[in-house]
């Protein structure tokens, strides 16, 4: 499918300069002088080599359609992590690179999207966010606002982020998967 240059979004798989390149990062671009442009940084899907490249809007992309299969994570062995058809009950193992960052936030039969392009397995899609415990809080600092200030906490699976002063160790939170930020308290 042909898209414009300007429509290419982080998360799209493009077919650019004969191959299959992941879009991470965009920044849309108006100088004093020329046409616009889109700089996007993208990710080679099958040896994770980087490209930064600009995009006008006149030119046009070919966005690759990919197969989405819902799988169920089973357990993570070193770098590599096994997922189970939920139909089929057919096991994958991949490697951890093919889900990036949001690798640290598996959890236990979580369902995720498997996406695969020609039959092969090239990205898995956590869903937008999970609930997790704060097993370690910092305490509030006196005189700190509480609009402005957040503090450093860490996570039951040993990650660090920042949260609202009023979030206390032992307190559930919501955490977005995409960039590991503080959503909400959990219901």
């Known amino acids: 499918m042909r898209i414009n240059g300007n429509a290419?979004?982080?998360?799209?798989?493009?077919?650019?300069n004969g191959r299959l390149w992941?879009?991470?990062?965009?920044?849309?671009t108006q100088p004093g002088k020329g046409g616009a442009f889109l700089?996007?940084?993208?990710?080679?899907?099958?040896?994770?080599?980087?490209?930064?490249?600009?995009?006008?809007?006149?030119e046009s992309v070919e966005k690759v359609?990919?197969?989405?299969?819902?799988?169920q994570y089973l357990?993570?062995?070193?770098d590599e992590v096994t997922f189970m058809e939920t139909e089929t009950y057919e096991q994958i193992t991949l490697n951890k690179e093919a889900i990036g960052d949001p690798a640290v936030f598996l959890q236990d039969g979580?369902?995720?999207?498997v996406q695969s392009y020609e039959g092969a397995p090239i990205g898995v899609?956590?869903?937008?966010?999970?609930?997790m415990?704060?097993?370690?809080?910092?305490?509030?600092?006196k005189g700190q606002t509480a609009s402005s200030s957040y503090k450093p906490a860490v996570l039951e699976n040993g990650e660090r982020i920042m949260v609202p002063p009023h979030i206390e160790s032992g307190t559930r939170i919501v955490v977005a998967t995409a960039d590991g930020s503080y959503m909400e308290r959990a219901k």
């Open 39 to 58: 700089q996007a940084e993208m990710k080679d899907i099958r040896d994770g080599t980087k490209l930064n490249e600009r995009f006008r809007a006149s």
């Open 65 to 71: 359609r990919l197969d989405e299969t819902q799988y």
């Open 133 to 141: 415990e704060v097993v370690e809080a910092d305490a509030v600092v």
């Open 8 to 16: 290419i979004r982080p998360g799209n798989i493009i077919e650019h």
């Open 125 to 131: 899609e956590l869903p937008d966010s999970v609930v």
């Open 110 to 113: 979580m369902t995720v999207t």
């Open 75 to 78: 357990f993570a062995d070193g």
């Open 22 to 28: 992941r879009v991470a990062k965009i920044q849309h």
